[in-house]
């Protein structure tokens, strides 16, 4: 029925992100925008080259929307901010931890955020190769502890599922994991307490003291 109308790249954008924060990347796809802004899929393409690119624009502005805190002067502490900092921002916008999970995308303004790791690891002594590295783990720590909430999160909302751990540590035998069995009964509890400023600080301080020891 004639040609499609016109839509502004950044409806689409705001369309795609609104998709992405209330039903998640599955969700997402050039047919389903196209559709929710009026328009055919043929004509989104001359907006935007493929979903990859959705997803790139729909991330870019999301760390820039959140003010960034108050940093400590002393490196160790500052390292340790940026990473609290970045588990809070990311623990609020779920959506933005699954679509990192894809790979190869973020979000430009996010790299201060690199940035100021990197450099607080170089100002702690460590080469920078080494920050590089411990910039890795310290991420791979934070997305690990949301990927692995929002997976908890899905499976406290389906209850009826096959029993999981540590409920299968009903059946285990004791002489072979003697202490998850002793454990098992305040497994849920011990697990409930974790502390992420605490267990990301005995990291930082894993990776500086370790390097700084080794030399």
Known sequence: MGRPRRVEPETIVATARRILETEGVAALSMRRVAKEVGTTPMALYHHVRDKDE???????????????????????????????????????MPWVVEVLSLGDLTDEGALWMVEEIVACGVACGLT???????????????????????????????????????????D???????????LADRWSELTEGYDVTGQLGAVVDGLLGRTNNSR
């Open 172 to 182: 285990a035998d004791a002489t072979e994991l003697p202490h998850l069995t002793a």
């Open 128 to 170: 920078p190769e080494e920050a590089v590295r411990a910039y890795r783990t310290i991420w791979h720590c934070v997305y690990g502890d949301l990927a692995f909430r929002r997976a908890m999160e899905r499976r406290a909302a389906d209850p009826g599922r096959r029993r999981h751990f540590p409920g299968l540590l009903a």
């Open 54 to 92: 959705l997803l790139m624009l729909a991330l870019a502005g999301t760390a820039a929307a959140v003010p960034r805190p108050e940093l400590p002067a002393e490196p160790r502490d500052r390292l340790l901010a940026v990473a609290l900092h970045m588990h809070g921002m990311l623990a609020r």
